[in-house]
């Protein structure tokens, strides 16, 4: 594969998508031993005694087994849902997972919660991490599809902490990469991403400005059907509960630091962390999401690549919210994709191989980096974005990729 010069930029003319697997594949292969050794250590789904270990897991099964037992509104009492919590693995433990999600979510919860703990715990990264690559690879290719989506850092991250980190990056990884052929299909994509309302606050302006119509129709219906399912399933109480326990959860997680600055990975937390005030993190963060909506904005009106309309979005959808964590980063994964397909068409630039070699670094870095290194992967990739935006804007405006197809 020849590799194109951009801008006086230079990269070494290797088989790129072949280098690309290999790299993929040697940290899954990783990532499986280090798994294996906590597992064999008594740190990663049984303790050293041989009982279920509490992980983030732990709050969608004991919301799922509230809401079978009828008692969906429960879920967000922080008292009865730590109490359930504690009958999920059978003994006591420090923390408390808090269920934060909207009763939406109550299905996927229902459904997991009817077998047991540690199976369910199984079966839910089992169903959720086969979907996640299937984005991926529907993105950039089979074999390199693949081999990306297994090699991302935060893979490990998620499925230590038992999180739905594959969950959101398949969802909008298949509301962007679906999006040109099937848009009804990426917008039921972005509709079901409603279970996490806050990874969607740019969708609908990137959406408008590009005249994603069907996309729109379809997430609406969607997101709509499936809140009117919810309260005939689970009862008009579990949406009261929602909205009465959200502003408590943001005044102890966004407000007093509960769950650690550090650990939150976004630039509210990156302020916070280094000991700004409340009021200066959420102006910080405000700006930043007026700016990000001002730029998408601006780039779906562009006839720029998709490849990169797309990327900047995910990128967007991470750094806006303030509320971001680093199993969340698994999604960053879908703005690589699309960065790697453009480039595998069109030739690396030397600063993107530099730039996402940083970025999976820092995002390997991150149990021994105590602070906001989710925060620095992903302003890397929206700065490589927009640097790709601006290249091919001084060269070759405009003309999209087609999706290598690597075997």
Known sequence: MSVQHLAGETAPALPAARWISLIGLTLALAFIVVLAGAWFGGTWLTDAQGRPIANDFVDVWAAGRLALDGHAA??????????????????????????????TFFFAAAALALLPYSTAALIWLGLTLPAYIAAVRGILGERAGLFVALGSPAVLWNVTAGQNGFLTAALIGGTLGLMQQRPMLSGICLGLLAYKPHFGLLFPIALIAGAQWRVIVGATLTSAGMAALSVFAFGLASWQAFFEWMPVTS?????????????????????????????????????????????????????????????????????????????????????????????????????????????????????????????????????????????????????????????
């Open 251 to 407: 005044r102890v997680v966004l407000g007093a630091g509960a769950a650690d600055w550090s650990r939150l990975q976004s630039l509210f937390g990156f302020v916070r962390a280094l000991g700004g005030s409340e009021a200066l993190a959420w102006s910080a963060q405000a700006a930043l999401a007026l700016v990000l909506a001002a730029a998408i904005a601006w780039l779906w009106r562009s006839r720029v690549a998709f490849e990169l309309k797309a990327a900047s979005l995910a990128c967007a959808a991470l750094l806006a919210t303030p509320y971001l964590y680093i199993y969340d980063l698994v999604a960053l994964t879908v703005p690589t994709a699309f960065l790697l397909r453009l480039a595998l068409a069109r030739g690396f630039l030397a600063s993107e191989v530099a730039g996402i070699g940083a970025a999976v670094a820092l995002l390997l870095s991150y149990p021994y980096a105590k602070t906001q290194v989710g925060l620095a992967a992903t302003m890397i990739v929206a700065a490589l974005v927009a640097y790709r935006v601006i290249m091919t804007r001084n060269s070759v405006t405009g003309i999209a990729a087609q999706p290598p197809h690597t075997r």
């Open 74 to 103: 429960s879920a967000y009492d922080w008292t009865l849902h730590k109490a359930a919590e504690i009958r999920a693995v059978g003994h006591d433990f420090e923390n408390y997972y808090g269920w934060h999600y909207p009763p």
